[in-house]
């Protein structure tokens, strides 16, 4: 079992920045990629950014890339995304989640999710 709790949502302007973390718990926390999921209103569920298990690799969806930052810290289990000049279309519920043994960023594959956290992103 992984147990995953996220924090830091809130609204803000767009231009403006937030960082999320996720506490990630469990006896097999290791062996786990770790992501960041959104869903938007009436919209799929999507990959916005994950990380490897040992933090080395990851990867950005496109509408990310240059402005979100993923990083994973392996002595306290935790994982952040620092979210920079932020858009309107960033809106929606923020999950973190852990895949095992990879970190595919495809919803489908993941094994546990976080409760999510509420981001907007005021124009």
């Known amino acids: 079992q992984v147990q995953l709790v996220e924090s830091g949502g809130g609204l803000v302007q767009s231009g403006g920045s937030l960082i999320l973390s996720c506490r990630i718990s469990?006896?097999?926390?290791?062996?786990?990629?770790i992501g960041w999921f959104r869903q938007a209103p009436g919209k799929e569920r999507e990959g916005v950014s994950c990380?490897?298990?040992?933090?080395?690799?990851?990867k950005y969806a496109h509408s990310v890339k240059g402005r979100f930052t993923i990083a994973r810290n392996v002595n306290n289990n935790t994982v952040t995304l620092q979210m920079n000049s932020l858009k309107p279309e960033d809106t929606g519920v923020y999950y973190c989640?852990?895949?095992?043994?990879?970190?595919?960023?495809?919803?489908?594959?993941?094994?546990?999710w976080g409760q999510g956290t509420q981001v907007t992103v005021s124009s």
């Open positions: 990380i490897s298990s040992h933090g080395i690799s990851t």
């Open positions: 469990g006896a097999t926390a290791d062996d786990y990629g």
């Open positions: 989640a852990a895949e095992k043994n990879d970190y595919s960023c495809v919803a489908q594959w993941v094994n546990y």
